[in-house]
């Protein structure tokens, strides 16, 4: 067999998930049963490569013969054989298997600037990454660019921070560089406590060497010898990968002293954080790397000024410098040509919720929000209707299904009371509560809120009591308006981000579903029938055949009847579980 064959399995999470790992043994196996032998080693090899994108298809694998791609999606160990009899041997693809039609839909609107390389190299070969021009830009920026070149490309790109604030990137460099110290650290953000976000762990599971290399390009920009990368501990993958790329790229001599035969040395120390959302914050997470209780200090001064051990430190997240190297390489006009005018390049998000094609996304900045639903994530299931997206995390907010053609940038969200955030967006139908869904971001928030300040500590728990009050029937008038002025009161007088903008879910639910909040205070009713202590559970008489189904399995013995005649609940002991309701095929016993 003379051709050039390459098999790529997703190995992201999702793909190991659904199997990915013995799909690619499987592969090896008949690979090495059939003979299949490469006229050049290095191309007749299967590899796996990071999240390829489509994970609601896992698990994913690419067939490239002879340079043209093939993808099948759902591939479990038993297709693989036929794969390889009548695709690679017998040239004919199994069409029924084939993914192709949906990621040409799925990649359609998406422009992959960050992502260009992941789901392609392979994350746990440097090789791979320098075949793909890995390195290019960082060898470029030390043999042929000074410093403020560099800085000057990124201000001109208009790449701003991507872990949530949005700021300048080449500014906060200009920042660095200018601060008179000894010494300068630069610190990769890649904490990603946000509920609904793994594009911070994909990049770095896909491609590690593009965050290292960013990093490198930095610290040659601002004038630093030292850098980290303070990760969270519940990202093995992405730990482990991000260890072997420092450890390959130290070996390349791209990292330690005097790299790319430079007079610059450069090492990368990897922390691991111990998954507190709050230990995002910039100065908590300093404190975190110093050996302290990661707890944020009122700003200024800002790190670039007086960070790590009181250095100038430059933090930037994890997408911020992937987008580094590509900046590099193709040059700032090509970069801001993608984008809004103040929003520059592209950014990827974690799509989630609702919707059909779950996955990782990156989109050009300016992009509506009905594009990425219906264009990019296939809308979602039949019969369901889209309620609202929640953007930004805890931070964030939901913006209404009545907004659908809000441009996704920096400016238009922040105007609709929600914000891009580091780029978690969870899709909403009719099944989901507002009221709910901002009890689930200030429990989330009033929980990891560091207790430093009071507005922040008490804040946000009376906030979720007023939530939790409302949601278990108990509420009353006058609670939408406490809710509302307890909010602005938080957000004003917080220290830190986290509590500055912990009420945004509340308020957002608020202004555009105040309805809901109205339902289940005046009529003790959940429009959504999401909140179980405003559910009551009925049997109809005329439908059920007394079959027992729901009986034998209520833990409160509630229900009660004779074989074969129609069941009753006895509401006093019901608690609400709503197992009756799931078993039920007849569709006798109603929820209301
Ligand atoms: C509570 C809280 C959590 C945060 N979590 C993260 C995070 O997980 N990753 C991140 O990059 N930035 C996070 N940030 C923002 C960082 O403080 C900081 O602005 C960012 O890392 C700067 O990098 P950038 O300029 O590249 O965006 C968080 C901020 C707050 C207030
Ligand atoms: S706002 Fe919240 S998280 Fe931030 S310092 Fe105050 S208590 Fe801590
Ligand atoms: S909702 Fe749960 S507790 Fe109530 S009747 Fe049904 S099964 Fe029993």
């Given amino acids: 067999m003379k051709k050039d064959i390459l098999i790529r399995v997703c190995m992201g999470p999702a793909g190991i998930a659904a199997g990915g790992k013995d799909i690619l043994d499987e592969f090896k196996r008949i690979f090495h049963e059939k003979k299949i032998k490469a006229s050049v080693g290095k191309k007749c090899s299967s590899h796996q490569v990071g999240c390829m994108g489509l994970c609601a298809s896992d698990v994913l694998v690419d067939i490239v013969i002879d340079g043209i791609k093939t993808v099948y999606q759902h591939v479990k160990p ?15 693809p199994v069409h029924r298997w084939m993914a192709d039609e949906i990621l040409v839909d799925f990649n359609k609107k998406q422009m992959k600037i960050v992502l260009s390389d992941c789901g392609k190299v392979d994350p746990e070969d440097i090789e791979s990454y320098i075949c793909a021009d890995g390195y290019a830009s960082a060898r470029k920026v030390f043999s042929s660019m000074k410093p403020e070149d560099v800085i000057n490309e990124i201000k001109l790109s208009g790449l701003r921070g991507r872990g949530g604030a949005g700021f300048p990137t080449g500014l906060k460099w200009e920042l660095a560089r200018k601060a008179q110290a000894d010494t300068k650290y630069i ?74 035969n430079s007079d610059k040395n450069f090492n990368i120390v990897i922390k691991l954080g111990a998954g507190a959302f709050v230990c995002g914050e910039e100065t908590a997470l300093i404190a975190s790397i110093e050996g302290q209780r990661g707890m944020p200090r009122s700003k200024p001064p800002f790190p670039v000024n007086k960070g790590l051990w009181e250095k100038p430190t430059v933090i930037n997240n994890v997408e911020t410098l992937a987008n580094i190297p590509y900046i590099i390489k193709k ?111 200030t429990r989330f928030t009033q929980s990891e809120s560091c207790g430093k300040c009071v507005p922040c500590r008490i804040g946000t728990k009376r906030l979720l009591e007023i939530l939790e009050k409302i949601t278990t029937g108990n509420g009353e008038e006058g609670d939408i308006e406490k809710l509302e002025e307890l909010s602005e009161y938080i957000k004003k007088t917080s220290l830190c981000g986290l509590g500055q903008t912990a009420p945004n879910p509340v308020l957002s639910t608020i202004k555009y579903f105040r309805n809901e909040y109205e339902a289940h205070i005046r009529e003790k009713k959940c429009p959504a029938k999401v909140c179980k202590h405003l559910l009551i559970y009925a ?23 004779d074989h074969k005649f129609p069941h009753r609940i006895e509401h006093i002991k019901c608690i609400k579980c709503g197992a009756c309701y799931d078993i039920c095929r007849l569709n006798a016993v109603g929820r209301s």
């Fill in 539 to 561: 049997i109809h008489k005329d439908i059920c055949t007394g079959c027992g189904a729901c009986k034998r399995v209520c833990p409160q013995e509630a229900i009660v009847g």
């Fill in 78 to 92: 038993d297709m693989v054989e036929k794969i390889v009899e009548d695709h690679i041997i017998g040239g004919k």
């Fill in 331 to 441: 040059g700032h006009a090509w970069y801001s040509s993608y984008g809004t005018e103040k929003s520059k390049g592209t950014k990827v998000f974690a799509l989630t919720g609702k919707i059909k094609n779950t996955g990782l996304i990156e989109v050009p900045m300016g992009i509506t929000l009905r594009e990425i639903i219906y264009d990019i994530g296939g809308g979602l299931d039949e019969g369901k209707n889209l309620k609202a997206v929640q953007t930004g995390g805890p931070s964030g907010g939901c913006i209404p299904a009545s907004m659908l053609d809000i441009k996704f940038d920096y400016e238009s969200l922040a105007q609709a009371g929600s914000i891009v955030g580091s780029g978690g967006m969870i899709v909403l139908d009719n099944d989901d509560c507002m009221v709910n869904i901002a009890e689930y971001f």
């Fill in 187 to 260: 610190i990769c953000n890649a904490d990603e406590g946000d509920p609904g976000a793994f594009m911070d762990r994909a990049v770095i599971e896909g491609n590690p060497h593009s965050v290292v290399e960013g990093m490198i390009i930095t610290a040659y920009a601002v004038g630093s010898e030292k850098g980290y990368v303070y990760i969270r501990a519940e990202y093995p993958l992405a730990v482990e990968r991000l260890r072997l790329a420092v450890k390959q790229a130290e070996d390349k001599g791209f990292l330690g002293k005097r790299i790319f």
